[in-house]
Nanobody, 119 residues
Framework: QVQLVESGGGLVQPGGSLNLSCEASGSGFFFYIMGWYRQSPGKQRERVAVINESGATIYSDSARGRFTISKDGAKNTLYLQMNALKPEDTAVYYC?????????????WGQGTQVTVSS
């Protein structure tokens, strides 16, 4: 079983920055694919950025150029540096981990951290 705990959310003014963290724990945790997703009220959860074991990344169009996803394997921690934040970035941000199993994959989610961009 894998546990994911996000932190770093909060209230920030437009143009500001936040750095989200997601610490993974649990027996058998293996950094395979991890990512950040977000969900605003009334909207579906959307992918923001993902990173794989080798460090390859994929960003959504809205995140590319402003957000940076990174990882620290020694600490089992995932990060999302968010710059030039806009009001439309307001959402609950969730950490996701894909874990390989013997014949399939399992997906784990954190509890989410609120990001509010407002003046």
């Amino acid at each position: 079983q894998v546990q994911l705990v996000e932190s770093g959310g909060g209230l920030v003014q437009p143009g500001g920055s936040l750095n989200l963290s997601c610490e993974a724990s649990g027996s058998g945790f293996f950094f395979y694919i991890m990512g950040w997703y977000r969900q605003s009220p009334g909207k579906q959860r959307e992918r923001v950025a993902v990173i794989n074991e080798s460090g390859a990344t994929i960003y959504s169009d809205s995140a590319r150029g402003r957000f940076t996803i990174s990882k620290d394997g020694a600490k089992n921690t995932l990060y999302l540096q968010m710059n030039a934040l806009k009001p439309e970035d307001t959402a609950v941000y969730y950490c996701n981990s894909i874990q390989p199993r013997s014949q399939d994959y399992a997906a784990y989610w954190g509890q989410g951290t609120q990001v509010t961009v407002s003046s």
